[in-house]
């Protein structure tokens, strides 16, 4: 579920939604989302001064706590 939701917002912001990746790494307690995308589309992921990621941290974030688990959204370069 939250490989899903963080896919769907990823896709929708950026101009080549073929070329999104999400990778679910199962830690003991915490799940990491390694997010990739087109160079071209980082800046848009990322936003002004980190805002659009910091975003989707924090649905990401409320969506985990709300399942009692852990998650962590990291932004491949």
């Known amino acids: 579920m939250l490989k899903e939701l963080i896919l769907l917002i990823a896709k929708s ?3 080549k939604p073929d070329e999104v990746e999400l990778q679910e790494v199962e830690g ?3 799940t990491i989302l390694e997010l990739r995308v087109a160079k071209d589309d980082l800046g848009k ?3 002004k001064q980190g805002k659009t990621a910091r975003a989707m941290r924090t649905i990401l974030n409320a969506t985990a706590t709300k399942l ?3 998650a962590v959204l990291e932004i491949i370069e």
């Open 13 to 15: 912001l950026v101009d």
């Open 68 to 70: 009692r688990k852990r």
């Open 45 to 47: 992921v990322i936003g």
């Open 28 to 30: 003991e307690k915490t």
